[in-house]
């Protein structure tokens, strides 16, 4: 009988060294697994890595691009808020000139006024007389300012 259990003992125990080796050779497949993934996530991290500086460089070259985009338009608004100042005072000027001109103009058609019993110069003669606050108008002599050199090529440009 010692016989009969010490066979059962030796069956029960090769059945449990059977179980612990299938579950080994399971444990070493999941490592196995665990491994290959590992390599992955790796390389996933790396591209990502890749991606995220590639992202960083691209962000910080649109960021120049605008403030350069930012400084050129900040320049010319400048530019067109001087050229408007400059504009402004040329047209009261011209405002000025212009009231001045239509004032001696009449001051010299009224002078110019014959009576009425003396009869009025021809047409010819009249047409020919200037005043004398209208100065001729130089086209061939260079504007002062910038704004002047550009109204005139404005004017040109309209005939």
Do not use: C, Y
Not at 3 to 9: A, F, N, P, T, Y
Not at 63 to 84: F, H, P, W
Not at 89 to 114: C, P, Y
Not at 129 to 138: D, I, L, M
């Amino acid at each position: 009988m010692t016989e009969w259990i010490g066979l059962i003992l030796d069956v029960v125990l090769i059945g449990v060294v059977g179980v612990g080796v299938a579950q080994a050779i399971r444990l070493i497949r999941q490592l196995q697994d665990l491994r290959a993934s590992r390599a992955e996530m790796e390389r996933f991290v790396r591209d990502f890595n890749g991606a995220v500086m590639r992202a960083e460089a691209g962000i910080k070259s649109l960021r120049a691009a605008a403030r350069e985009s930012g400084d050129d338009l900040e320049k010319l608004v400048e530019k067109a808020i001087m050229v408007r100042d400059e504009l402004h005072f040329i047209v009261e000027s011209a405002d000025g000139v212009a009231e001045r001109l239509s004032t001696k103009a009449s001051n010299a058609m009224n002078t110019d006024q014959t009576p009425a019993n003396k009869t009025p110069a021809p047409v010819e003669q009249r047409s020919s007389q200037k005043p004398a606050a209208v100065a001729p108008v130089r086209e061939d002599a260079p504007p002062t300012s910038r704004a002047e050199q550009e109204l005139m090529q404005a004017l040109k440009k309209m005939r």
